[in-house]
């Protein structure tokens, strides 16, 4: 027994250096909190799931990787609030020969309205506003002078909880504002990028599509003013809030607004590729020049907390595990909250952060697509997953709703899920591992 546990520290040795020196990058902001020695991304790696009873599903995500040119992906799966498996297919960057771990960062695009609405709600459980908080107008929470041009008075009743479903009426008649900065800045005459005000300045000046809390109209620029009301009501970045209140206490340490370019990226953070490799669009910045559209052709940083978070598919997950209500692993957010996140008043509404809640099945989706990545997370009761991409598709965001499809059939060929497993919790890590004198590495 003492020979296997050597054993077994020893190689959980190997993976976290493997994992630490791997590739380089920018030393993220250390969190500070107490404990931070447990570090999941540092801590596992693709072979503490290299189990029989998977081979079969996994062969069937490689598979269909390959009739789909995706470069690489990451799959996390928990069961009963235990991770039981955990492992990334192929490759993280495939031109220097780095294969896909588990403790990669993706951008995860959209999924990251999820993390925005969790850290909405933190606030709703502080006391600091209400989903009734109104945003804007001389009541409202972003009532600063940069927000006064309101050219559609019927603006000045938007709720924060409009904004979390996407009923709050604004109009995409002149296209995405988040996506269509050099046109912004040739109409509004600027030398510079927009910053997120202008952005929303800008959004006000629009004629609202409908009136707050109407037909719902998906809405990037929504979780943008979002972003900006967790920065006023907490009096520090949008960034730092979620990680310090929302990502921290959960266990993720891992979690970051996304940067623009490759040679940007965070540490373990994957290459993106998109559908076509000559497929270049006008830089975001005004400079003229053609940019990839994952790397310089899309402001992702500006997307905050719209579609800007990167993180593993592991950590992601652990924050699923915080949001859902069991016994488990403890929870970030109230009863309440957790509950109001899934209703809908009514068919055809998103749920707040979560795109669909199946009230039958007790099934909750979240996708997210972007140039360069997908995401998708599904938590259906006892079972919940999240499977990561680094590669886009030209289908967009009908190629992110078929994944889900894929993994629920890759997950049914698992003849039997690992018993009495849990990998948030089991793994030794640095704090853990140092030989006593009684262990024999020999």
Avoid at 172 to 195: Q, V
Avoid at 283 to 311: E, H
Avoid at 414 to 419: K, L, T, Y
Wanted: glycine share 8%; proline share 4%.
């Amino acid at each position: 027994m003492k020979k296997y546990l050597s054993i077994l520290l020893v190689a959980v040795l190997c993976g976290v250096i493997f994992t630490m020196f791997r590739r380089g990058g920018d030393a993220p902001l250390e969190p500070e909190i107490e404990d931070q020695s447990y570090r999941l991304n540092d801590s596992l790696y693709n072979a503490l799931s290299d189990l029989r009873s998977t081979e079969k599903m996994e062969q069937y995500i490689r598979n269909w990787m390959a009739r789909n040119a995706i470069r690489g992906a990451s799959l996390a799966v928990m069961k009963n609030e235990h991770l039981v498996y955990c492992k990334g297919f192929g490759w993280a960057d495939e031109e220097r020969n780095i294969p896909a771990e588990v403790g990669d960062i993706y951008r995860i695009a959209s999924a990251s309205k999820l993390i925005t609405a969790v850290g909405i709600m933190k606030m709703c459980d502080e006391g600091l506003l209400t989903l009734n908080s109104k945003v804007f107008g001389p009541e409202g929470i972003l009532n600063d002078p940069q927000f006064s041009d309101i050219k559609d008075k019927r603006a000045e009743q938007i709720t924060v909880r409009q904004l979390l479903n996407h009923t709050a009426g604004f109009s995409r008649r002149l296209g995405d504002p988040m996506f269509r900065t050099t046109d912004i800045m040739r109409w509004e005459e600027m030398d510079h990028t927009p910053s997120a005000d202008e952005l929303i300045a800008f959004q006000l000046r629009q004629k609202l599509r409908d009136k707050p809390g109407g037909a719902p109209q998906y809405s990037n620029i929504g979780y943008l003013v979002l972003s900006r009301v967790i920065e006023k009501v907490s009096g520090v970045s949008y960034e730092e809030y979620i990680q310090r209140h929302v990502l921290w206490p959960a266990g993720c340490y891992d979690m970051h607004i996304a940067r623009n370019y490759y040679d940007e990226r965070f540490p373990h953070e994957v290459k993106y590729y998109g559908s076509d490799p000559n497929d270049e669009i006008e830089s975001f910045d005004g400079s003229g020049k053609m940019k990839p559209r994952q790397y310089g052709g899309n402001n992702i940083t500006g997307l905050q907390g719209a579609g800007a978070w990167v993180c593993s598919a592991v950590e992601l997950l652990r924050l699923v595990a915080s949001i859902d209500g069991k016994d488990g692993v403890p929870d970030i957010l109230s009863p309440q909250s957790v509950s109001e996140m899934k209703r809908i008043a009514r068919k055809g509404d998103y749920a707040l952060g979560w795109a669909r809640y199946n009230s039958k099945t007790g099934s909750l989706i979240r996708t997210g697509t972007m140039s360069g990545t997908c995401a998708y997370i599904e938590n259906k009761g006892n079972t919940a997953y999240v499977f990561l991409t680094n590669t886009s598709h030209y289908r967009g965001a009908s190629f992110t709703n078929s994944i889900g499809r894929m993994v629920n059939t890759a997950m049914s060929k698992v003849s039997e899920w690992p018993a009495d497993r849990d990998l948030f919790v089991s793994v030794p890590h640095t704090s853990q591992t140092q030989p006593s004198d009684a262990d024999d590495i020999s």
